[in-house]
């Protein structure tokens, strides 16, 4: 069985020591982000349903799920949906099965319609599921080749793509990552005022780290503007205080939230839902954040989507996810101090387990210790590709993000 594993040592500055980091990561909330999760539920979902109804997980990628905004009219005190958002829910699925003759038709559109409906539900509070969403599913039957690769003893890939991973995350990385799960987490119980669309993009030039944060307010839970400002003042006030327990005095911190409200001319992030999604801001599946969680145009990236994509023969989910996974892996066991890059080339109807490139750079301004560096990574990513069925298991039990 051949691996294509090739190791470089590169002696170059990591990005975290380099001048200018930029990272952005697009939170739960956000258009994208509600598309992105919305694929990634169905796909479980009809993975679900297949093992129930036919044994197995059968071929489907619902990586194309579209979101069109709709129209609002905030107001203090709260105002109205005029127009509720169109969600679509696109891909393909095996629809029917031939079972020696006898056509065996599935459930796809119920199920998906369903998953999408209790994710919504269950995710923000403030959205009328029954009245602001229209909720419409088109999942196709998918084609013959690639509903063929599922019917062989290998687990054979189903595109010629690659995915990419690197590690280990830069205190910018976490500190964007972790603002925006503390923003729709913890905060939630104590400054019901914040909506679900939330953005956080953070510009680091050498020590200095200025973090811009977008929320959105419902306005049901504030009365006027005075309210609306002190609502901002105390979300500023937490976010940072929040975010020096990440940096750790690592970094100086400048913090601005809502950069776009204009209080002199009563221009405020008002909205009746907490998401911008309800009066103009659209949504698809892969334009937010990668496998990572993030979005680092100082570092490597896919354009591939990895949301809704099936986590047994789709190259664009597995490999990358698996190549953060080995990244991570890999700079656990050389040096924190080295940046790990990792990326995963597939061929279509090729073993996912035999890529045809498996690339693994060791970014380090000291590469004298390259020689066991390169044995650990070749180790760790063979047996990461030995044992693709554990990335099915983790992204089947929600142990990994897809966005």
Known sequence: ???????????????????????????????????????????????????????????HNTDETQIAAGASAPKFGGGVVLDPA?????????TFVDDGGKKISLPCKPTALKAARDYLRRTFNNLDVDSEIILDARLGQGSDDLCGVYKTSKVLANDTSFGVGYAPYSITDRVVLETEEYINGKLKNTLKETGHDVKVMASRIDKKITLTVACAMVDKYISDRDHYISAIEELHSKVYDNALKTIKGELDLKLEVNTGDDYA?????????????????????????????????????????????????????????????????????????????????????????????????????????????????????????????????????????TF
């Open 265 to 401: 001319r009563n221009v405020f992030y008002l909205t009746c839902t907490g998401l911008s999604q309800e009066m103009g801001d659209d949504g698809s599946v892969g334009r937010g954040n990668r496998a990572n969680g993030l979005i680092t145009p100082y570092r490597p990236m896919s354009m591939e989507a990895t949301s809704g994509k099936n986590p047994i023969t789709h190259i664009g989910k597995i490999f990358n996810i698996m190549s953060k996974l080995i990244a991570d892996d890999i700079a656990k066991k050389v040096t924190s101090d080295a940046e790990i890059h990792v990326r995963l080339l597939s061929q279509i109807g090729k073993p996912v387990s035999e890529p045809l490139t498996a690339s693994v750079q060791i970014l380090s301004q000291d590469q004298s210790k390259y020689q066991s560096w390169k044995k650990d990574a070749e180790a760790i990513t063979a047996d990461w590709l030995d044992n693709v069925d554990k990335v099915t298991e983790l992204i089947a039990l929600g142990k990994v993000r």
């Open 86 to 94: 169109y969600i679509l829910l696109v891909g393909r699925a095996t």
């Open 1 to 59: 069985m051949t691996k294509n594993i090739y190791v470089e040592g590169l002696n170059e500055i990591p990005t975290p020591l380099r001048k200018v980091e930029l990272v952005e990561r697009k939170g739960i909330g956000h258009p994208d982000s509600v598309a992105d999760a919305l694929a990634e539920e169905v796909s479980k979902a009809l993975c679900k349903m297949y093992k129930k109804e036919i044994g197995t997980v059968l071929h």
